[in-house]
């Protein structure tokens, strides 16, 4: 395991339109953050969706730049998770054990966003990361320290009425999923596990998952798989029972499965959206 590698420490969802994401999600029963705005050379912004150590974020564009183009090629074709940020404590460290065991990467970028504080004053939110340049496959991968935890993980974000609360992992499917996985885990240093017609690649935290074509119809039946191909964030919820009534209140269509309840990806922003039951430590399982 990479030493300054500890999970994932947040998603980026791609939307094309930020007050559309914010109210989907709410209606899935998340809380959802007030609009950020990157700075001008970046021309993005985001909402973020908050739990205990770990986030996802609706990120889009507010102007295109020569730094979004990528974003925007990749909304051309359609939203969803498109970005898995790796937790570290220290970006430039990781950077350098990444090139130590030849993965290419840029140099560390200082990013930062303004955050609106509950006595509505506003803060600075400030992150250092580091790009993967040639692991890629379905999403892009990077390292991202958080320079400011205090301005970031805000108590009042955190509560979700579908008691949402962390990641449990995110899926990808491809066509060969055992050599995505063992690309993906070289960024790790770890060895991919086998699990019923699926390959969990240890992160040090919540796992980054493959399955191929046929696993993916057998686990989520129903489900169209486009050609752009998909990805599954599974999120864990405190009361499974209280995520469902949430989402029958706001009308939100959902299958109940095994592995939790699952929202197809027109109605979250082309995500595939698992609500899996999970305990926290010292509750009852």
């Known amino acids: 395991m990479r030493s300054h590698l500890n999970g994932i420490d947040h998603c980026c969802v791609l939307v094309r339109d930020f007050d559309r994401a914010r109210d989907t999600f709410t209606r899935l029963g998340f809380t959802v953050s007030p609009f950020g705005r990157h700075t001008a050379e970046m021309g993005t912004g985001n909402h973020?969706?908050?739990f205990e150590q770990d986030y996802f974020e609706l990120l889009g564009v507010r102007e295109p730049t020569g730094y979004n183009e990528d974003i925007r090629a990749a909304l051309s074709v359609r939203e969803g998770i498109a970005a898995v940020a790796l937790r570290t404590d220290d970006t430039a460290a990781a950077a350098a054990e990444w090139q130590a065991a030849g993965l290419a990467t840029t140099e560390p970028q200082t990013v930062r966003r303004p955050v609106e504080l509950p006595d509505g004053t506003e803060a600075e939110a400030v992150f250092s990361i580091a790009r993967l340049t040639d692991v890629r496959g379905y999403l892009q991968l990077f390292s991202s320290e958080i320079r400011t935890p205090e301005h970031t993980w805000?108590?009042?974000?955190?509560?979700?009425?579908?008691?949402?609360?962390?990641?449990d992992h995110v899926a990808i499917v491809a066509e060969d999923a055992a050599a995505s996985a063992a690309d993906v885990a070289r960024v790790f240093e770890t060895e991919p596990?086998?699990?019923a017609g699926t390959i969990s690649v240890p992160t040090g935290g919540s796992p980054i998952v493959y399955l191929g074509p046929a696993s993916f119809a057998a686990t989520y039946p129903g489900i169209a798989l486009?050609?752009?191909?998909?990805?599954?964030l599974a999120v864990k919820v405190s009361d499974q029972d209280t995520a469902a009534a949430h989402l029958r209140t706001s009308d939100v269509p959902f299958t109940t499965t095994e592995g939790g309840l699952v929202v197809a990806?027109?109605?979250a922003n082309g995500v595939l959206l698992v609500l899996r039951a999970a305990a926290h430590a010292g509750e009852d399982a």
Do not use: D, R, S
């Open 48 to 50: 973020n969706v908050l």
């Open 154 to 167: 805000l108590p009042e974000l955190m509560k979700h009425p579908n008691t949402a609360w962390g990641i």
């Open 193 to 195: 596990e086998a699990h």
């Open 226 to 232: 486009p050609p752009a191909g998909l990805t599954v």
């Open 265 to 267: 990806p027109e109605h």
